[in-house]
């Protein structure tokens, strides 16, 4: 499939181990932040959201951490699979009906 | 459930030329986000449809068009296409978009390809 991501700072982990991956967002009045997964040839897939009243939020092997004082997201993905390589896009939303992107970061797990 | 849904998958077309992509939103949705992915960047939001209302619009001119019709399936329309306009066209369904105080997970379609020479 076509790479969506060619230009994108690259993560690299070796299987198992734990991936974080970062993320600076622009407004401050955002209520909500997303952590998307976009495989080749796909549109992005949900991940794990945040409310801008909590600092952090866990799911199935994802930890989503906020800082509002430095407007800094992360994703922890814990034990890393093969599965897991992607382009992660964190998102932001006020009132949820347009989703800001970042950049993204290409992630690539080694076996 | 049926997931979203877009067609077609890839599109060539030559610039000047108008182009309309097709949206399918998942089953019980009513709201759809179009968002335009150039290579190497992230999706970038066009305009949203709720209940066949434009319902907010990023920062795309008046040439983006877009419709939504009864059963909440969706077009977007691009006329007078310029070669920049060459990206992938995500679609994105949710249930809600009245611009209140809460978020709606928004599930995304595959994409259309369009390629403008």
């Known amino acids: 499939g076509e790479s969506v991501g060619l230009h994108l700072p690259t993560l690299s982990v070796q299987e198992g181990d734990n991936s974080i991956i970062n993320c600076a967002y622009s407004?401050?009045?955002?209520?909500?932040f997303i952590w998307y997964k976009q495989e080749s040839g796909k549109g992005p897939q949900f991940i794990i959201d945040?409310?801008?009243?909590?600092d952090k939020r866990q799911g199935q092997r994802v930890t989503v951490l906020l800082n509002k004082t430095v407007k800094h997201l992360s994703l922890q993905i814990a034990a890393t699979q093969p599965g897991d390589s992607a382009v992660y896009f964190c998102?932001?939303?006020?009132?949820?009906?347009?989703?800001?992107f970042g950049a993204g970061t290409i992630l690539r797990v080694k076996s | 459930e049926t997931g979203v849904t877009q067609s077609p998958t890839h599109l060539i077309k030559t610039r000047g030329q108008q182009v309309t992509l097709r949206c399918s939103s998942q089953?019980?949705?009513?709201?759809v986000s179009w968002y335009q992915q150039a290579l190497g960047q992230g999706p970038q939001f066009i305009f949203q449809y709720y209940r066949e209302e434009e319902n907010g619009r990023g920062n795309f001119p008046p040439r983006f068009s877009g419709l939504q019709f009864p059963n909440y399936s969706s077009e977007l329309n691009v006329n007078a296409l310029e070669l920049d306009d060459s990206a992938l066209y995500l679609c994105?369904?949710?249930?809600?978009?009245?611009?209140?105080?809460?978020?709606?997970?928004?599930?995304f379609g595959p994409g259309t390809r369009l390629t403008v020479l």
């Open positions: 089953s019980g949705h009513n709201t």
């Open positions: 994105a369904s949710s249930l809600g978009g009245t611009g209140g105080t809460f978020y709606n997970e928004q599930f």
């Open positions: 998102a932001e939303t006020k009132y949820g009906n347009k989703l800001v």
């Open positions: 407004n401050s009045a955002s209520d909500y």
């Open positions: 945040i409310r801008s009243n909590m």
